[in-house]
Every structure is written in C-alpha cells, then in structure tokens.
C-alpha cells in the first residue's frame, strides 16, 4: 500500500478506529515512505501495541509481538526468540526487584 501523504495515514488509522494526532502520523509516514523503523517507547498502557496493531491491519501484514524488558539484548532478542521463556524473565527479574524494596 502506498501511502502519499500523512492525511492518508491519518484517515486510514481512523478507519481502524484510532485516533492519531500529527506527530503519531507524520513519524509513521515518513517510516513507510523510507521504510525505516520505529521504536515507540511508553509507559504501559500508553498505546504502543495498538499502533503496532493499527499498522498490521493497514499493511495487511502479521503482527509479531516482542516483549521487552530491561537487560534485554538484541542477539537475545532476534535471534533466541522464546515468548514463554521471555515472559518467565520478566518476572524472575519483577520479583527480584520487588525483594530488593524489602
């Protein structure tokens, strides 16, 4: 899909029923257009796997969600690829941090 302007990534996320300011669209078209990507960084719940889920929907493409957790490194993170072993990580290291508050 070839988007022309930032209006077009704008209206076609409100047809997938998000509602994106300027910044959100500019940052996305100007990826698509250099197809070059996007690291979105927020706290939880702030929205980024819904843009992650909006876009999917828009290329018509899989969407693969990495979960991400502090000491995580790239060979790690591309190349071992294991959800369930990720998600044993990142609570080994939440309760290790919480036992440290004690």
Same mark, same amino acid.
């Given at each position: 899909?070839?988007?022309?302007?930032?209006?077009?990534? +704008? #209206?076609?996320?409100?047809?997938?029923?998000?509602?994106?300011?300027? $910044?959100?669209? *500019?940052? %996305?078209?100007?990826? &698509? +257009? #250099?197809?070059?990507?996007?690291?979105?960084?927020?706290?939880?719940? $702030?929205?980024? *796997?819904? %843009?992650?889920?909006? &876009?999917?929907?828009?290329?018509?493409?899989?969407?693969?969600?990495?979960?991400?957790?502090?000491?995580?490194?790239?060979?790690?993170? &591309?190349?071992?690829?294991?959800?369930?072993?990720?998600?044993?990580?990142?609570?080994?290291?939440?309760?290790?941090?919480?036992?440290?508050?004690?």
């Amino acid at each position: 899909m070839s988007f022309t302007s930032v209006d077009d990534v +704008r #209206l076609l996320m409100e047809k997938q029923q998000y509602i994106v300011d300027e $910044s959100i669209a *500019t940052t %996305i078209f100007l990826a &698509l +257009r #250099l197809k070059k990507p996007v690291l979105i960084e927020g706290e939880p719940g $702030s929205g980024k *796997t819904e %843009i992650a889920k909006v &876009l999917a929907k828009m290329l018509n493409t899989e969407l693969i969600r990495l979960q991400c957790y502090e000491g995580l490194d790239a060979n790690a993170a &591309l190349y071992e690829w294991d959800y369930p072993r990720q998600m044993l990580r990142i609570r080994l290291e939440e309760a290790a941090r919480q036992a440290k508050k004690r």
